[in-house]
């Protein structure tokens, strides 16, 4: 099984295995993850944004290669109010990754001050619908889009 433990933050020395990762992602994986088709150039800017601009971001790695990865931004408008994300390439899925992640993260988000997470994916995407309602009592349809609010962990002593 795995735990948050196996789990390590990308520092700004990830951003190009950060990148590598989301560029082997299969084309509509990187739809699902993106909510579009995105261009290389906006991948390897965003790997590179995630690594270095203080978001909590965790990787998992095999044989020195980036193979899951997690973030987690804090809303410009509602600093307590975070937004995750998730990708999991197809060779290591139905490992336990995506639930590891969901609980690093969670734990991350409750000791950094978050008080809500949310989740918003494609409705065709039927992992992260499943990884939603694993950590959330409620899925909602939100123009088209599915958005999930996540039960977040209680820290009793921050730090």
Not at 38 to 60: K, L, N, Q, T, Y
Not at 84 to 90: D, H, I, T, Y
């Amino acid at each position: 099984m795995i735990g948050r433990e196996q789990f390590f933050r990308l520092t700004p020395g990830d951003a190009d295995r950060y990148a590598d990762h989301l560029l082997r992602l299969e084309e509509e994986d990187r739809r699902l993850r993106f909510f579009k088709d995105a261009p290389e150039f906006m991948i390897v800017m965003h790997a590179g944004a995630a690594a270095c601009d203080g978001r909590i971001a965790f990787g998992w790695e095999e044989d020195g290669e980036i193979r899951a990865a997690g973030e987690l931004v804090a809303d410009p408008d509602r600093p307590h109010v975070g937004e995750l994300a998730f990708s999991v390439e197809k060779g290591w899925r139905r490992r336990g990754l995506g639930a590891a992640l969901m609980d690093a993260l969670i734990d991350a988000g409750a000791r950094a001050g978050f008080t809500t997470l949310n989740l918003e994916f494609l409705a065709e995407n039927h992992a992260m619908e499943a990884l939603a309602r694993g950590f959330s009592d409620c899925v909602v349809d939100r123009d088209g889009r599915l958005a999930a609010t996540v039960a977040m962990k209680r820290i009793v002593n921050p730090g």
